[in-house]
């Protein structure tokens, strides 16, 4: 693995399912986010954590929820998906030091039918 | 409330000189980021400004004012490549970013 990685790459599902969102860094970063992008909007923060056992909510977090059981993983779930949760979906991480930049993943495009 | 501003879309010529602004009002700052997005991928990460001034890498520069609450992203000698968004973050008394929505940057040959 090098650098960030999302699974799946893209999905599509129908409404009322229940889907999670993968997220694995190998860079050691303690710090670890989920964001949505959509057409004319800004990047959105889901949710976040700060370090391996702690989470926190960000802007729009209703509907998901994220664990962190380790500094690698940060899964992100729907727990029953809905049309408005159609999205790009970026995980990112970044170092604890005040100028780390964040490091992105490639994405998961999810429809939601 | 927090808010990022930045014109939706610019056009520049290839070779040519552009500066994309972003003017910003958050609760607290704690440094301001530029990132660059080709369509279809993930941002990446170009500059980061905390203090005023200009900060210069190469064929791009970004300056502050956090008096003004303003950004600029100046690129020079414009090459097709650089056709992407440019999003302009600042990271607020939270330490965590808001993002604008980002400019589109079309080159033309």
């Known amino acids: 693995i090098a650098g960030i990685t999302q699974a799946p790459t893209s999905q599509i599902l129908a409404a009322g399912r229940r889907m999670t969102l993968r997220c694995t860094q190998d860079?050691?970063?303690?710090?670890m986010y989920w964001y949505r992008q959509d057409l004319g909007l800004g990047l959105r923060l889901i949710h976040y954590s700060n370090t391996a056992g702690t989470t926190g909510k960000g802007e729009v977090p209703d509907g998901y929820s994220v664990s962190r059981a380790n500094t690698d993983d940060f899964p992100l779930t729907l727990a029953s998906a809905v049309p408005s949760q159609t999205s790009v979906y970026f995980c990112?991480?970044?170092?604890?030091?005040?100028?780390?930049?964040?490091?992105f993943g490639p994405g998961t495009r999810l429809t939601v039918l | 409330g927090q808010n990022i501003d930045q014109p939706t879309e610019m056009t520049a010529t290839e070779g040519a000189i552009v500066q994309i602004n972003c003017t910003y009002q958050t609760s607290g700052f704690n440094g301001l980021f530029w990132y660059q997005q080709h369509a279809g991928e993930a941002p990446t990460f170009l500059s980061y400004n905390v203090l005023d001034g200009l900060e210069e890498k190469g064929r791009f520069s970004s300056f502050l004012s956090r008096s003004k609450g303003y950004s600029y992203l100046l690129l020079k000698e414009l090459q097709m490549k650089d056709s992407a968004s440019y999003l302009c973050?600042?990271?607020?008394?939270?330490?965590?970013?808001?993002w604008g929505a980002g400019t589109k940057l079309i080159i033309k040959p």
């Open positions: 990112a991480s970044s170092g604890a030091g005040g100028g780390d930049e964040q490091f």
């Open positions: 860079m050691r970063h303690n710090a």
């Open positions: 973050a600042v990271r607020d008394s939270n330490y965590q970013l808001i």
